[in-house]
């Protein structure tokens, strides 16, 4: 999977730029906020459909413009494809692929698949647990389009019944629509679940040899997805989790009519994370939760190319220099393989042993250099696949 060539026509600072990428490595370097993130945010929006940032369609758009323009000629399933967005101030976006408009965002899903590796996500193990919900629900939803469909479904129905909770009192007639909204909503979340329990499943069995070779055998990481009631729904089908969330639902429901608020749901749920049998978020040491964020993120990519063959495009937004020198040799070391965007304030600061394309970037304007090389080989892992688990 590749990102040939990316252009840009208002996306942020950027008003008129054409970029080509080499297959391995690309170091973008340059000041601060001349918009080396906002290169790889485009990248990012045409495989999901939205930024990993919180931005609305506005803030992506220059100043001089109403609308903005993305596209990339990439290389997906042995073959060429472009896919495009189209951003408006007043109206939705648009996405494309093959000259084609998508009806929906999950018909990206599969045609151009991303992991993202910020500064923020080394605090994953620290932080409350939308962020690792997030990890969850971003790594899916490149993977199965029946979950984008299932947690899109989800958060429509939740938003509905947040506004019933909120205002029956004043509007006693929305309590009749509840019953109906719990139901349609444990349909999704039975769903949701399943596919949860196993990507936590085969993410802990990649995280655990990537984390054991990382700490030189003297730590165990296990990750587990948790609910809201600690159901264990390992093994079940999402038929057989139902059941248990009309249960839960039955039990809060006094409780949320009283609260105006929803008190359960997997809105809350959460990846429990343990080193060495023991809370990471609880016990952890700031190393030994850097180095577990580190080696959920390298999981996480071969999560995807257990799931496709094939490698995803990995995007490291000025995380390395967040690192020690023993971390971020180790990342570069993983890394050999597949296509990698590294943004960077000087591309010294980064010891590849071999050359890449070095794309500098000045207030929107883009630099192309272009040594040549590839980086070391990255060695496989023989462990159960996502697909050992979803189906």
Known sequence: ??????????????????????????????????GKTNLIEAIYILAAGRSFRQASDKDLISFQSDSAYIKANIQSSNREQSLEAR???????????????????????????????????????????????????????????????ALSEFNKLYDNKVKILKNFHEKPSLLELLND???????????????????????????????????????????????????????????????????????YYQAELRAGQCLMGVQKDDLEIDINGISARKFGSQGQMRTAAVSIKLAERELHYDDKGDYPILLLDDVLSELDNERQSYILEKIAKGQVFITCCDENSISLSQGCYLIKVDNGKLKLEKPVATMTSLRDYDVPTVHDYCV
């Open 1 to 34: 999977m590749l990102v040939n060539e990316l252009y840009l026509e208002h996306f942020r600072n950027y008003i008129s730029e054409a970029v080509e990428f080499s297959s391995g490595a690309n170091i973008i370097t340059g000041g601060n906020a001349q």
């Open 87 to 149: 951003l408006f101030r007043e109206r939705r976006r648009e996405l494309f692929a093959n000259g084609v408009k998508l009806k929906k965002v999950s018909d990206l899903t599969g045609r151009l698949t991303v992991v993202q590796f910020g500064p923020d996500d080394l605090d994953m193990i620290k932080d409350g647990a939308a962020v690792r919900r997030k990890l969850m629900d971003t790594c899916l939803s490149q993977m199965r389009p029946i979950y984008t469909a």
């Open 181 to 251: 909204f719990n139901y349609r909503i444990a349909q999704q979340s039975a769903r949701l679940i399943y596919y949860r329990t196993a990507f936590a499943a085969a993410l802990s069995r990649r995280a655990a040899l990537v984390h054991e070779e990382f700490s030189g055998g003297t730590e165990s990481l296990t990750i587990k997805y948790k609910t809201i009631g600690n159901m264990d729904a390992s093994g079940k089908k999402p038929d057989e989790i139902l059941p248990e969330i009309i249960e839960s639902q039955r039990e």
